[in-house]
């Protein structure tokens, strides 16, 4: 990953910032010609086109610079809009250093958000936005905050659900969220019972868990997160021989997200995790 890491963190803080304020979007001189190119409201741009080709490379930070300027030229661009929750999400999930890693997901939450606020009931701005906020809720290390976010979650991807109960992301982000609070120990389930409310807690169940995940690997099986997942709850339950499966599977893969092979790296802890 390039060593501009942390400036391209305070670039997007200050475009999403921007953008929230409705004052367009502040961000990297990078590809501003092609970025306006295209009226707002069209499909796919070239810029969009541009970053896609970055992000395929396993060049998120490419990507996010072309993100930036297209929305600076066109911040209701749906298009870019989901993009940029994406990116963020990937450079949240990969950065180490954990200020940087929480101003990322923050980031992402942000566009998640935005794209919210441009298309409330579409099923791929319910599908981001949810992803944010729950990738976000993992890291956050504040149960009030962690809660908040799950409830957020929980009630976007029931939303989801109803409107296309096969959507894989929607499947794995409830499948993981189920997961999460599964694998709660006994006190902090209670803490969770008082947090999130008994109406999540009481229907998050292992099987339910299972079946959101499977449901996800099946509508995209060349997803290695979701084989991760689904491996980890088949683990969790020590259900040995399906976890086992599930991360060959997700270890079989191409690496075609940026993300890629830190998931194989994690389905390799869940291995090992086995073998103990």
């Given amino acids: 990953m390039r060593q501009r890491i942390r400036p391209l963190v305070c670039e997007v803080t200050l475009a999403v910032s921007a953008m929230a304020a409705g004052a367009g979007v502040a961000g990297a001189q990078v590809l501003d010609a092609q970025a306006s190119m295209v009226s707002v409201g069209s499909a796919v741009t070239p810029a969009v086109e541009v970053a896609d080709s970055f992000y395929g490379a396993m060049d998120a930070p490419g990507a996010m610079d072309v993100l930036i ?62 992803a944010t906020k729950g990738r976000l809720a993992m890291d956050a290390h504040n149960p009030v905050t962690t809660a908040r976010l799950g409830r957020e979650v929980w009630t ?83 259900k040995a021989e399906h976890a086992a499966e599930a991360y060959r599977r997700g270890l079989a893969l191409q690496e075609r997200l940026p993300v890629d092979a830190y998931y194989k790296r994690r389905i390799m802890d869940g291995v090992r995790a086995l073998s103990r």
């Fill in 69 to 130: 300027a297209r929305l600076r030229a066109a911040p209701d661009d749906p298009e870019a809009t989901w993009r940029a929750a994406r990116v963020a999400l990937t450079l949240g999930i990969l950065t180490e250093d954990r200020d940087a890693k929480l101003e990322w997901l923050r980031a992402a939450t942000a566009y998640g958000e935005r794209l919210l606020a441009l298309d409330p009931d579409g099923a791929e701005s319910l599908a981001w936005a949810a």
């Fill in 156 to 238: 976007l991807t029931e939303a989801l659900l109803a409107l296309d109960p096969d959507h894989p992301l929607g499947n794995a982000i409830r499948g993981k969220l189920v997961q999460e609070v599964r694998r709660l120990s006994w006190g902090e389930r209670l803490l969770a019972r008082f947090l999130l409310g008994g109406d999540i807690t009481g229907a998050a169940t292992w099987s339910d868990s299972e079946a959101y995940l499977e449901r996800a690997v099946k509508g995209d099986p060349g997803m290695v997160v979701y084989h991760l997942d689904l491996g980890d709850t088949y683990r969790l339950q020590g």
